[in-house]
């Protein structure tokens, strides 16, 4: 078997290294990207004068049917031929060959597939990532909708997960949205990062064709050249990015499934799970178990450790080409398919979660409303420390008597202050406690339609794939 660098060697390598070292069974996904790189790379050859027009166009005609074979045919990369491919520069370039010939051979004039690797990587997350962009959007569209639906609908907020304060369920579901906002933004920052273009590098030190690298980044949609061909032959930093992107991603997914997870269950029973997003127990028949959601909280691990893996593999890396860089494709891979299926998993769940308005807003009563019994009277003078301390008088006599604010009567409200008087019955409820508060991120009613209103702006399109 030939391989692209057999010309230095007096025997075969070893069959089993070589099966080692090959990566067509894997970076065959990258075919079109490296094909859509060869067709740029004999242009500019041929603009540099050293292919000349006749070649070029052999190459050119060649490699377009072999991009539309590789489209309409899964078995072209199963040939008998493409089995003994290392990768899939070689596959390409073999292809090439057995069409055209001798001018097929010149197309690797100035290239190395160190650079090939590094564009054809960047090339196809330049494809990828608007479509992971294009299902976080469409998973934020349906906590939009679930925003929606719960209309003024309350329920408590938890820190250390021990009931807080009041919030409108809708309150609840932005916060998921304003993490996935981040995801989408974080995305666009690695696109911004992708888009160099390495070619031009060589395989470390450069090429001495006089190719027009800034003519050959337009063409293939770079808006910048890389500044050091070493560096760029062995930087993968935007595979480190995208995998923390995808990471980071994942860790808001697990979290979202972990409150959906939990208010789903009989012991919180704020949210009912469709039918068709639970699975019964083939034991206990009473069970209607979240199993998606429990994959996607569980899958987030799988990417966290490709991106540990990763860093892993880079440190200590002397800079330049490794052959170790080749671990980035499965890991890339990896996760971004992990990533995509848990974002349409997720909104498959979530387009049918209901709210269970009484039980949750039930649970948003009672003594969380503490904090706003203190501010009643912050705001008839008492200092915030004081009337905490008063407060937590109240709370401690009301734990003790299996009693809530709203079962106090005036004279037992007075007898812890004065300053009590008809109003505190109205004020100490849960819609008067969101309703009191102030800031645009609060959950006001007022700031959460506000908050809604501009979500849904950005839905309709205020996002780009490069901007916010
Ligand atoms: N399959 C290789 C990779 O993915 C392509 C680059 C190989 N370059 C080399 N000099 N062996 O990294």
């Not at 996935?180 to 090429?207: K, N, Q, W, Y």
């Not at 893996?309 to 996760?335: R, V």
């Amino acid at each position: 078997m030939a391989h692209l660098w057999s010309g230095r060697f007096a025997g075969d390598p070893d069959a089993a290294l070589v099966e080692f070292g090959a990566s067509f069974t894997f970076d065959r996904r990258l075919f079109e990207d490296d094909v859509a790189g060869s067709l740029a790379w004999a242009e500019a050859l041929e603009r540099a004068g050293v292919l000349g027009s006749a070649d070029a166009g052999l190459i050119r005609v060649a490699l377009g049917e072999m991009l539309a074979r590789g489209r309409s045919d899964p078995a072209f990369f199963l040939t008998e031929a493409a089995r003994g491919d290392e990768d899939v520069h070689s596959f390409v370039e073999r292809e090439l060959v057995a069409r055209i010939g001798e001018p097929g051979r010149r197309l690797h004039t100035g290239r190395s597939r160190n650079e090939q690797v590094a564009v054809d990587m960047r090339l196809y997350l330049k494809r990828r990532i608007p479509e992971l962009q294009r299902a976080i959007v469409a998973l934020t569209g349906i906590l939009a909708d679930r925003a929606q639906d719960a209309s003024d609908s309350l329920m408590p907020s938890y820190t250390h997960m021990r009931r807080a304060q009041p919030v409108l369920a809708a309150h609840f579901f932005l916060a998921h949205a304003a993490a996935l906002r981040r995801d989408h933004r974080r995305f666009a920052g690695v696109l911004d990062e992708i888009d160099e273009l390495p070619l031009g590098s060589g395989a470390i030190a450069g090429t001495s064709y006089a190719v027009d690298v800034h003519a050959l980044a337009t063409r293939l949609g770079f808006s910048r050249v890389v500044v050091n061909s070493i560096d760029a032959t062995g930087d993968r930093d935007f595979v480190s990015s995208l995998l923390h992107a995808a990471a980071l991603t994942m860790v808001h997914l697990s979290r979202m499934a972990e409150d959906l997870i939990l208010f789903t269950s009989e012991e919180f029973g704020f949210f009912e799970l469709a039918d068709a997003a639970a699975t019964g127990s083939s034991l206990m028949p009473q069970k209607k178990n979240p199993d998606p959601l429990e994959l996607v909280r569980g899958k987030a691990g799988r990417v966290i450790g490709r991106l540990a893996g990763w860093l892993a593999t880079m440190k200590g890396l002397p800079i330049g080409y490794s052959k170790d860089l080749q671990e980035d494709k499965e890991a890339m891979f990896e996760a971004e398919e992990t990533l995509h299926a848990c974002l349409h998993a997720a909104g498959a769940v979530l387009a049918g979660i209901s709210i269970n308005r009484d039980v949750a807003g039930a649970a948003a009563s009672g003594l969380l409303l503490a904090t706003d019994v203190a501010d009643y009277l912050v705001a008839k003078g008492v200092p915030f420390r004081q009337a905490h301390e008063t407060v937590g008088a109240i709370v401690r006599r009301l734990i003790a008597e299996r009693r809530t604010f709203e079962s106090l009567t005036l004279d037992e409200w007075r007898a812890h202050s004065m300053l009590f008087d008809a109003g505190v019955r109205d004020a100490i409820t849960p819609a008067a406690s969101v309703a009191r508060k102030r800031t645009p991120q609060s959950t006001h009613p007022d700031a959460v339609a506000a908050a809604l209103a501009d979500l849904r702006q950005w839905l309709r399109g205020g996002q780009t794939p490069r901007g916010a």
